[in-house]
């Protein structure tokens, strides 16, 4: 059985840092891509970044030079580091995986993980 277990959300304050884990289980961890979505009460779901199984990365505009991920295979984890955070960072935040390459569609999610920027 898949799973992709999220952790490390909470409240801080704006300028603060996060970092989220991703523990995966059930498929072949150096095979897959994971990445990371957010969803924020009544806007669209966004892609916030992604780690493909040959190690590039891709993080959109909207938060680049703030967020980076990595992967550890040794502990099948893909983490989230979120520096300098902000209001508009708050979200919902979800782990995704696919085989092979950052793209849609991803083919498992998980439960999720609350994070609160507050200003």
């Known amino acids: 059985e898949v799973q992709l277990v999220e952790s490390g959300g909470g409240s801080v304050q704006a300028g603060e840092s996060l970092r989220l884990s991703c523990a995966a289980s059930?498929?072949?961890?150096?095979?897959?891509?994971i990445g990371w979505f957010r969803q924020a009460p009544g806007k669209e779901r966004e892609g916030v970044s992604c780690?493909?199984?040959?190690?590039?990365?891709y993080i959109p505009d909207s938060v680049q030079g703030r967020f980076f991920i990595s992967r550890d295979s040794a502990k099948n984890t893909v983490y989230l580091q979120m520096n300098r955070l902000k209001p508009r960072d708050t979200a919902v935040y979800y782990c995704?995986?696919?085989?092979?390459?950052?793209?849609?569609?991803?083919?498992?999610w998980g439960q999720g993980t609350q994070v609160t920027v507050s200003a």
């Open positions: 995704v995986a696919k085989k092979g390459l950052c793209d849609y569609p991803y083919d498992y």
């Open positions: 059930g498929f072949t961890f150096d095979e897959y891509a």
């Open positions: 780690i493909s199984s040959d190690g590039q990365t």
